[in-house]
């Protein structure tokens, strides 16, 4: 196991000292309560910025380093930055016309890697190998040729380092003058050797022209002006080893751009070494964050707070989540469902806190609300999906909209079996209770009688299995725990079926056609939620 960044651990050594004057500070504080907790606390609270500074440290297991493929092709650019190149016989002068030209081939060869050097007698790496163009192009913005104290030019030191880079196959494109190199057969060889191909842009023109220096005209030993010119020599040591010679001119770079991309059609299959780790950082920053909540909560809230952190749960929640969720579950079991509702509204978005708010606003006998949170929640659950349109049946039943909850029932069977939702679906429709008609009206008042016969049914209309006592939400999945959501029970209308039946024959009742063709059309699992 390693460390990328072991020099974190010298601020070990300030937090050791900040610890040590803590701790002397709580041992002078004898009038301070609950001095044992307190220093428990502070041990903790030290303890888990040492994993945190662990967890920066980065620390990781190396594997071993593979070979992979290199598809961009390499290139190694090589700028003459001599005294020469200054000259203005190409505008606004050698060097810059050809450094415009570099910066240019960069940006229509983003793909490929690139490597630049700057060489007078001596050379200079100014880019190592990327395919970073914006890095590449700063590197050559960044040189600053009057700062090189070499000023006149040796192709071979060029060549002697460019044949020291691992690059097996060296496309060498050079932006030179040539200065008063004469030894071809030299340079030849070196190329021949190391498998150097120099593509060479004559940067100068043939007639050549007087070298200035602070705008004075420079003069030899003879008092005869200085001419530079292009070098002869650099077409035969281009041509004569597979390159290409170009001279500087507006298609030059058209020129020199299509030969370096039919090269793509000739390159080898290059491969790299590529090292990579298995990050371990996760492990101490868990044991941080567990240290510091440990350091800041009593034993019952670190206890909660661990169930969520290592359980499994489908709850798509942020850590400000559980205060609220807190504030909703005690708020629901002291009966104050609209605080609840209001608490859970503050929770992220998901299923489960809309489940809840619809459940709450239903306690609160908010139905329009009720039913306007269990519309929003959109799952491609089955059984939750028919819980909902359950529930959403139980909110139009107490707003006297019995057509509605017929629909909803109806909607709630077509998804399966539910014996609770045939049965108050059915008696919806032997009613056939207009809007308006209060169907709890029909029902004879309780007596305990009555309540000790159904005291696990209590509503109007049959939802047994929906009734979610006290509990909600938080430490329950959505659509297990409905707060009572679809208040409807069998036994109630069993009673107003009882009192009906004095005024209605005894025959069967049957279904009406539209209900069965919207059951018998079954459910087919869908893959985006509603």
Same mark, same amino acid.
């Given at each position: 196991?390693?460390?990328?960044?072991?020099?974190?651990?010298?601020?070990?050594?300030?937090?050791?000292?900040?610890?040590?004057?803590?701790?002397?500070?709580?041992?002078?504080?004898?009038?301070?309560?609950?001095?044992?907790?307190?220093?428990?606390?502070?041990?903790?609270?030290?303890?888990?910025?040492?994993?945190?500074?662990?967890?920066?440290?980065?620390?990781?297991?190396?594997?071993?380093?593979?070979?992979?493929?290199?598809?961009?092709?390499?290139?190694?650019?090589?700028?003459?930055?001599?005294?020469?190149?200054?000259?203005?016989?190409?505008?606004?002068?050698?060097?810059?016309?050809?450094?415009?030209?570099?910066?240019?081939?960069?940006?229509?060869?983003?793909?490929?890697?690139?490597?630049?050097?700057?060489?007078?007698?001596?050379?200079?790496?100014?880019?190592?190998?990327?395919?970073?163009?914006?890095?590449?192009?700063?590197?050559?913005?960044?040189?600053?040729?009057?700062?090189?104290?070499?000023?006149?030019?040796?192709?071979?030191?060029?060549?002697?380092?460019?044949?020291?880079?691992?690059?097996?196959?060296?496309?060498?494109?050079?932006?030179?003058?040539?200065?008063?190199?004469?030894?071809?057969?030299?340079?030849?060889?070196?190329?021949?050797?190391?498998?150097?191909?120099?593509?060479?842009?004559?940067?100068?023109?043939?007639?050549?022209?007087?070298?200035?220096?602070?705008?004075?005209?420079?003069?030899?030993?003879?008092?005869?002006?200085?001419?530079?010119?292009? $070098?002869?020599?650099? %077409? #035969?040591? &281009? +041509?004569?080893?597979?390159?290409? @010679?170009?001279? /500087?001119?507006?298609?030059? =770079?058209?020129?020199?751009?299509?030969?370096?991309?039919? $090269?793509?059609?000739? %390159? #080898?299959? &290059? +491969?790299?070494?590529?090292?990579? @780790?298995?990050? /371990?950082?996760?492990?101490? =920053?868990?044991?941080?964050?567990?240290?510091?909540?440990?350091?800041?909560?009593?034993?019952?809230?670190?206890?909660?707070?661990?169930?969520?952190?290592?359980?499994?749960?489908?709850?798509?929640?942020?850590?400000?989540?559980?205060?609220?969720?807190?504030?909703?579950?005690?708020?629901?079991?002291?009966?104050?469902?609209?605080?609840?509702?209001?608490?859970?509204?503050?929770?992220?978005?998901?299923?489960?806190?809309?489940?809840?708010?619809?459940?709450?606003?239903?306690?609160?006998?908010?139905?329009?609300?009720?039913?306007?949170?269990?519309?929003?929640?959109?799952?491609?659950?089955?059984?939750?999906?028919?819980?909902?349109?359950?529930?959403?049946?139980?909110?139009?039943?107490?707003?006297?909209?019995?057509?509605?909850?017929?629909?909803?029932?109806?909607?709630?069977?077509?998804?399966?079996?539910?014996?609770?939702?045939?049965?108050?679906?059915?008696?919806?429709?032997?009613?056939?209770?207009?809007?308006?008609?209060?169907?709890?009206?029909?029902?004879?008042?309780?007596?305990?009688?009555?309540?000790?016969?159904?005291?696990?049914?209590?509503?109007?209309?049959?939802?047994?299995?929906?009734?979610?006592?006290?509990?909600?939400?938080?430490?329950?999945?959505?659509?297990?725990?409905?707060?009572?959501?679809?208040?409807?029970?069998?036994?109630?209308?069993?009673?107003?079926?009882?009192?009906?039946?004095?005024?209605?024959?005894?025959?069967?009742?049957?279904?009406?056609?539209?209900?069965?063709?919207?059951?018998?059309?079954?459910?087919?699992?869908?893959?985006?939620?509603?």
């Amino acid at each position: 196991m390693g460390f990328l960044y072991p020099w974190v651990f010298f601020t070990l050594i300030p937090l050791y000292f900040l610890y040590k004057k803590n701790q002397q500070n709580s041992i002078e504080s004898h009038f301070l309560e609950n001095k044992k907790m307190q220093q428990r606390q502070t041990k903790l609270l030290y303890l888990s910025l040492v994993f945190l500074l662990l967890a920066l440290t980065r620390p990781v297991i190396q594997n071993s380093p593979s070979q992979e493929k290199f598809d961009a092709q390499d290139y190694i650019i090589a700028l003459d930055a001599s005294f020469s190149m200054q000259a203005e016989d190409i505008k606004p002068s050698r060097y810059e016309a050809a450094k415009e030209v570099i910066e240019k081939l960069l940006k229509l060869h983003p793909k490929d890697r690139f490597s630049i050097f700057a060489f007078t007698s001596k050379t200079l790496l100014i880019s190592p190998p990327t395919t970073d163009t914006a890095i590449s192009i700063m590197a050559l913005d960044a040189l600053n040729p009057a700062n090189i104290l070499t000023k006149s030019t040796e192709l071979k030191q060029l060549f002697v380092t460019i044949a020291k880079t691992s690059v097996q196959k060296k496309n060498l494109i050079i932006f030179s003058d040539g200065g008063d190199e004469t030894d071809l057969n030299e340079l030849l060889s070196i190329c021949k050797k190391n498998s150097i191909t120099p593509y060479i842009v004559a940067t100068a023109s043939k007639d050549g022209v007087a070298l200035k220096k602070d705008g004075i005209t420079i003069k030899d030993q003879y008092s005869s002006l200085v001419i530079s010119r292009i $070098n002869p020599m650099l %077409k #035969d040591l &281009a +041509t004569s080893n597979g390159g290409k @010679y170009y001279t /500087l001119s507006s298609s030059t =770079l058209t020129q020199l751009s299509n030969d370096l991309s039919s $090269n793509k059609g000739k %390159k #080898d299959d &290059a +491969t790299i070494q590529v090292k990579s @780790y298995f990050e /371990l950082y996760f492990i101490p =920053l868990l044991i941080a964050i567990f240290l510091f909540f440990a350091s800041v909560t009593k034993l019952h809230q670190l206890y909660f707070l661990t169930l969520f952190l290592f359980l499994p749960h489908s709850a798509k929640a942020d850590i400000i989540d559980f205060y609220h969720f807190s504030n909703a579950d005690k708020a629901f079991a002291d009966k104050q469902y609209l605080q609840a509702a209001k608490e859970f509204e503050k929770a992220t978005p998901s299923v489960q806190s809309y489940y809840n708010i619809a459940s709450s606003y239903y306690k609160a006998k908010q139905y329009k609300k009720a039913l306007e949170y269990f519309d929003k929640i959109q799952t491609i659950s089955k059984i939750i999906k028919q819980k909902i349109f359950y529930d959403m049946a139980g909110c139009a039943i107490h707003l006297q909209r019995y057509d509605r909850a017929e629909v909803f029932y109806e909607q709630a069977l077509a998804l399966g079996e539910d014996k609770d939702a045939l049965y108050n679906l059915t008696l919806l429709q032997k009613l056939n209770l207009k809007t308006g008609v209060n169907i709890f009206d029909m029902m004879p008042p309780k007596d305990p009688q009555s309540k000790k016969n159904s005291s696990k049914k209590t509503g109007t209309v049959k939802d047994d299995k929906k009734e979610g006592g006290g509990k909600s939400g938080s430490s329950q999945q959505a659509g297990e725990s409905s707060n009572g959501a679809g208040d409807s029970k069998k036994g109630d209308t069993q009673k107003v079926n009882q009192n009906t039946q004095k005024s209605s024959n005894a025959k069967q009742y049957q279904m009406g056609y539209r209900s069965y063709e919207l059951i018998n059309k079954g459910y087919t699992d869908e893959k985006s939620p509603w």
